[in-house]
């Protein structure tokens, strides 16, 4: 890694609590206007489909709209809880207000770039929306440790396409080889990174992936070991 200049890192799921910020949007959201509605219940049929839903969106399967409609229609639907759709459409505008208020990051991630940002330049690439994703980064206090926030609304296109990648290079002035990419998703964050020809490490926090011929690391300090 002696060679490495530039940390690109994913946001969501990364570093940023996407899960425990959605339980605290929700409730909010729940207790104002559904309140018969059990959050975590919510939240542990919601999370999976969410995440299958983002893997369609980066894709390019579904919409924008497609993605925040569905993934609650679904989930409504699995826990047969009567609404209309003009409700889902209320609570989907109210959530993508709400979530980016929050600031429950991952444990260790501000030792982790108190560490990180004296050595190296420190960059984000996310699939996620310009707009809330700024607003997240504002809210939990990461906008001070990044030179660069790339997203797929800039670039044209959503990891794991290599022209995203290619993009954040190009923002960032450095190059692939001086370069690594941390992220959750192994698609779309490591295997987009390799495949386009940068390093990458796998932030496999629940340990789903058993594989042991790349880099990965469940707990972010770890990465201090690393870089």
């Not at 290079?169 to 386009?196: P, Q, R, W, Y």
Request: charged share 25%; aromatic share 12%; hydrophobic share 40%.
């Amino acid at each position: 890694m002696e060679n490495i200049t530039d940390i690109f890192f994913d946001l969501d799921h990364t570093l940023w609590d996407f899960d425990r910020n959605s339980i605290l949007a929700f409730d909010k959201i729940f207790k104002a206007n559904h309140p018969s509605i059990d959050v975590n219940e919510f939240i542990a049929i919601y999370a999976p489909i969410n995440q299958a839903c983002w893997k369609l969106y980066q894709v390019d399967k579904i919409t924008h709209e497609e993605l925040r409609y569905q993934r609650l229609r679904q989930t409504f639907d699995i826990m047969n809880y009567a609404i209309d759709d003009e409700s889902i459409d209320k609570i989907s505008h109210d959530y993508i207000e709400f979530l980016p208020d929050n600031n429950q990051l991952f444990d260790g991630a501000i030792e982790l770039l108190e560490y990180l940002y004296p050595k190296y330049k420190l960059h984000i690439i996310t699939n996620g929306f310009a707009h809330v994703q700024s607003r997240k980064m504002y809210h939990s206090g990461l906008e001070k440790y990044f030179q660069t926030v790339t997203n797929s609304e800039m670039a044209g296109v959503k990891k794991p396409h290599r022209n995203i990648f290619e993009f954040a290079l190009s923002l960032a002035n450095t190059k692939k080889e001086n370069s690594i990419m941390i992220g959750d998703c192994i698609d779309a964050d490591f295997n987009g990174a390799i495949e386009f020809g940068m390093r990458a490490i796998l932030f496999d926090e629940k340990k789903m992936h058993k594989e042991t011929t790349y880099e990965r690391v469940s707990h972010l300090l770890e990465i201090k070991k690393i870089l």
